[in-house]
């Protein structure tokens, strides 16, 4: 097994994300090189969380986010929105009386014959 095509794998395991196949949990029970990147990959979690404790939030930032998003004007996107939907529609409406017009002229072009 090399170690470098499962190596996205191995981390993924090491944070918990996936439980990995019995392969690959076998292979890193027996590979010392992937033992290692599943605790190389642990001590960066470890790191990760500690950092986000120790980055003070200023006060009033989050009230001053959400007032931001909420005076974002949202109707250019509602509007496309909107005209993706009724063109969809027209779209499919167009098909269907083909489909029909279609099928009417070929009944017509059977009993002809």
């Known amino acids: ?6 190596k996205r794998q191995i ?3 090491a944070r918990g994300e996936i439980i990995g196949s019995l392969k690959i949990r076998e292979h ?12 190389r990959e642990r001590r960066m979690q470890r790191e990760l ?5 120790d980055v003070p939030v200023p006060g009033g930032l989050l009230n001053r986010i959400l007032d931001a998003v909420d ?3 949202r109707r250019p996107a509602v509007a496309r929105r909107r005209r993706s939907k009724l063109a969809g529609t027209c779209v499919v409406v167009v098909a269907l009386l083909i489909g029909i017009g ?4 070929r009944r017509r072009a059977v009993q002809a014959s």
């Open 11 to 13: 981390r993924a395991m």
């Open 71 to 73: 005076t974002l004007d």
């Open 49 to 53: 969380q500690a950092l986000r404790s």
């Open 1 to 6: 097994m090399q170690c470098d095509r499962n």
């Open 102 to 105: 279609s099928r009417s002229g």
């Open 28 to 39: 890193a029970r027996n590979c010392l090189r992937c033992q290692a990147e599943m605790s």
